[in-house]
């Protein structure tokens, strides 16, 4: 069974650093890519970032571009999400995805749960 | 950037009524649409893929059509299940847009 489940999130000051994971379980993590999607409250769906399954390629949306870092770790089979400079903006409930194959352009199948981090204004 | 634009953003409908969501693309996304479904404090749940590939396990009431930049999402016969909100999707490019959410309520 695939099991996706984030930590991490917390209160964080505007201006500070946090760093998300999600640890995944249930299917083979090399061979699918991963991506970060959040939902501020009340709020829609953003796609945030995206990484391959080999790593050699990352996207990320403009609106986190140069503060936050995708990244993996094939062997403990996580996902993490660095996140520098943080805003008020960022606040939200960050997912972890699963795609349905290697690449990041492509659907995704399997979501955790979140994990909330807070910004205050 | 491509922009996902769904109308309407809410929509009323009853048990048993055929409903239509409408999802625009600011450029063409040739076919490479997703659907999701939200219920509150859940995490989405992929309907469609390649803008009318049905997801496994997911009933065949749902489907999809379009190409280009308009798609759309039916529900042929709604279920109390179905109230929720529905997201588009494109993944033709990076950023992989979402649409703003259409709720059906």
């Known amino acids: 069974e695939v099991q996706l489940l984030e930590s991490g999130g917390t209160l964080v000051q505007a201006g500070g650093s946090l760093r998300l994971s999600c640890a995944a379980s249930g299917f083979t993590f090399s061979i699918y890519a991963m991506s970060w999607v959040r939902q501020a409250p009340g709020k829609g769906l953003e796609w945030v970032s995206g990484?391959?399954?080999?790593?050699?390629?990352?996207y990320y949306a403009d609106s986190v571009k140069g503060r936050f870092t995708i990244s993996r770790d094939n062997f403990k089979s996580t996902l993490d999400l660095q996140m520098n400079t943080l805003r008020a903006e960022d606040t939200a409930i960050y997912y972890c995805a699963k795609r349905t194959g290697i690449a990041v352009a492509g659907t995704a199948d399997f979501w955790g749960q979140g994990t909330l981090v807070i910004v205050p204004s | 950037d491509i922009q996902m634009t769904q109308s309407p953003s809410t929509l009323s409908a009853s048990v048993g009524d055929r409903v239509t969501i409408t999802c625009r693309a600011s450029?063409?996304?040739?076919?490479?649409l997703a659907w999701y479904q939200q219920k509150p404090g859940k995490a989405p749940r992929l309907l469609m893929y390649k803008a009318s590939s049905l997801e496994s396990g997911v009933p065949s009431r749902f489907s999809g059509n379009g190409s280009g930049t308009e798609f759309t999402l039916t529900i042929s016969s709604l279920q109390p299940d179905d109230f929720a909100t529905y997201y588009c999707q494109q993944y033709n490019n990076s950023p992989f847009n979402f649409g703003q959410g259409t709720k059906l309520e």
């Open positions: 450029q063409s996304i040739t076919d490479w």
């Open positions: 990484i391959s399954g080999s790593g050699a390629n990352i």
